[in-house]
């Protein structure tokens, strides 16, 4: 089930990397899935620019930028040894999207990644 997204704020580029025709895309799946990411995102907006490129911001504020079928993955269901971020998640709910629980017929672990310093633990990060 594709879930509705918001519409960007972000304007045409006409030159550079960017430049091209952008397409918003009005609805998605509900999860993004960045190999390169520990946790799972929920999408906010989609922007295609060109034929080659994608931006997305999800919920927590993360944008990625990528090539459009290289590296980012929409995913509409969560494997269960993921996570999703738990900051997407309240804000995606907020929004009036269902939860991931309504989404699952199994339990998905929602959580954040803390910063800690491992060659001095017993200095807080700042």
Not at 110 to 118: D, N, T
Request: aromatic share 6%.
């Amino acid at each position: 089930m594709n879930l509705p997204l918001e519409r960007s704020g972000i304007r045409d580029y006409t030159c550079g990397i960017w430049s091209g025709i952008t397409r918003r895309l009005k609805t998605a799946p509900p999860y993004i899935n960045n190999p390169r990411a520990v946790l799972i995102h929920r999408p906010r907006w989609i922007n295609i620019y060109g034929c080659k490129r994608m931006a997305i911001r999800s919920y927590c504020g993360q944008v990625i930028h990528s090539k459009a079928k290289n590296l980012v993955k929409m995913a509409h269901q969560v494997d269960r040894n993921q996570v999703v971020c738990l900051h997407c998640e309240n804000k995606a709910v907020e929004a009036g999207l269902p939860s991931t629980t309504q989404l699952h017929i199994h339990h998905v672990c929602v959580g954040g990644v803390k910063a800690f310093s491992q060659c001095c633990p017993e200095e807080k990060p700042m």
